[in-house]
């Protein structure tokens, strides 16, 4: 609806862009009705996520239509609710919709993980404090390097990679093993310091906790190496 809005506005069209918008989304439901296909690993993802997690949909789609296709392909089961762009003021790239999403869920924009596949959902989420996990359904990574992981499918997801976000445990490989010291430490949202955490922590007695970590290809090779 919002593209519909703003392209009237600039070719300064006359007519009433919420009758277009309405017979645009008319059109597409009932095309999608006909052959509604999940994208790879997205049915087995939201089951497993759902055993763990508390799940929700924040989309900048129209509200009938995100009913639709969560219904349509049987997805609603494994979600508390759902927001769409009928819900709220401003849409994506406004992290609006993500916070709004984090509220009803009574959880910290920190305590939320998104999954995104468009560049303007990425920097909501960025925006709105929450850690993003992008896909390249549409885009390029490049597109997509506001995100703290970027993945090619969903297939590459598990409850362990939403883990991950939340804190590494590194024993050290010297430590003696009857060692009770557990040092634990915040990383301020960087990738650098999440790396040079991990180094620190593989040289340090006991066991570190290295919590809010920020990820790249890089900061998973060593935590691969390390443990």
């Known amino acids: ?36 296909k999940p994208l790879p690993g997205v049915v087995k993802l939201m089951k497993e996520l759902s055993k763990e997690y508390r799940l929700c949909v924040a989309s900048s789609a129209a509200y009938e239509n995100v009913k639709l296709i969560t219904k349509l392909l049987k997805l609603d089961k494994y979600l508390e609710f759902f927001i769409s762009g009928d819900d709220v003021k401003d849409t994506k790239p406004s992290p609006e919709i993500y916070l709004k999403a984090a509220k009803k869920l009574k959880l910290k924009p920190e305590e939320c993980v998104v999954i995104e596949d468009a560049d303007l959902g990425v920097q909501a989420a960025k925006s709105a404090g929450m850690k993003c996990i992008a896909v390249t ?91």
């Open 1 to 36: 609806k919002q593209i519909i809005l703003q392209l009237f506005k600039e070719n300064n069209i006359k007519e009433d862009p919420i009758r277009y918008a309405d017979l645009k989304d008319k059109r597409f439901r009932e095309l999608i009705k006909r052959g509604a």
């Open 137 to 227: 359904n549409t885009l390029p990574a490049a597109k997509l390097n506001n995100a703290d992981l970027i993945i090619e499918s969903l297939k590459q997801v598990n409850n362990n990679t939403i883990k991950r976000f939340n804190f590494v445990e590194i024993n050290s490989a010297a430590a003696k093993k009857d060692s009770k010291k557990i040092a634990t430490i915040s990383v301020p949202g960087s990738k650098s310091y999440t790396n040079r955490a991990l180094l620190i922590a593989a040289l340090a007695e006991g066991t570190s906790v290295i919590k809010n970590p920020l990820y790249s290809d890089d900061t998973q090779y060593m935590i691969d190496a390390l443990k």
